[in-house]
């Protein structure tokens, strides 16, 4: 079975620009978040999808950062533009109803 | 924030059992104990969950005390491999609650 699927590994972005982070939840995985941890820190939870909907985006620090889950599948992560701050590791996770959370890899997103 | 105090760190010879502890005094009925470990920068790894009662794994064993306030989680021959940042979490049953507030969790380092 495959797990929780980040893309990409890595991005490298100059302040201002636009990046998306994809990821792709374990196939029947109704529940879907995204966290971050930036340098030194702890992770963070942003925010956390039912199926197509949000459950709870109380984390989610500024209007630079948008989510989306088009038709309950895969997700993105935008943001846009782009700032120093906003350089850690997003790491995305996904459960059943009321299951245990995979985590992916992490997309590890540096601006400079 | 995190509902959850562990020690920041602790080191364990190779071969012995790791014990690491945790307090969640405030947890309520419904909440759930989770661990987690992510080694290195990786995403993190599910370990063991419980409710009230003690539970044990291929991994793990989880000791939760009688009055929930507390739990430990032992590793029973601690490898090198283990070395990583363990997270005990406390997570809702209900939909609107599955999201993991991480802490600092605690660094234990496995010695050869």
């Known amino acids: 079975e495959a797990g929780v699927t980040q893309f990409p590994s890595h991005s490298v972005i100059e302040k201002g620009q636009t990046v998306t982070l994809r990821c792709d939840p374990i196939s029947g995985h109704d529940n879907l978040y995204w966290y971050r941890r930036v340098m030194g820190k702890e992770i963070k939870f942003l925010l956390h999808?039912?199926?197509?909907?949000?459950?709870?985006e109380s984390g989610m620090p500024n209007n630079r950062f948008l989510a989306e889950r088009t038709g309950g599948t895969y997700s993105t992560l935008k943001v846009q533009p782009a700032e120093l701050e906003d350089s850690g590791v997003y790491f995305c996770?996904?459960?059943?109803?009321?299951?245990?959370?995979?985590f992916g890899q992490g997309t590890r997103l540096t601006v400079v | 924030d995190a509902k959850t105090t562990q020690p920041p760190s602790m080191d364990c010879a190779e071969g012995r059992a790791a014990n690491l502890p945790c307090n969640h005094s405030t947890i309520s009925g419904n909440e759930y104990v989770y661990w987690y470990r992510q080694i290195h920068s990786q995403g993190p790894q599910y370990i063991i969950h419980?409710?009230?009662n003690n539970e044990t794994n291929e991994m793990a064993s989880l000791i939760i005390t009688e009055d929930r306030k507390s739990s430990t989680l032992i590793l029973p021959h601690a490898t090198l491999r283990d070395t990583a940042v363990y997270y005990c979490i406390v997570r809702g049953a209900t939909s609107g609650t599955y999201k993991y507030i991480f802490g600092t969790g605690t660094r234990l380092k496995v010695l050869a």
């Open positions: 419980g409710l009230k």
């Open positions: 999808f039912v199926k197509e909907s949000k459950q709870d």
């Open positions: 996770a996904s459960s059943p109803e009321s299951g245990k959370a995979f």
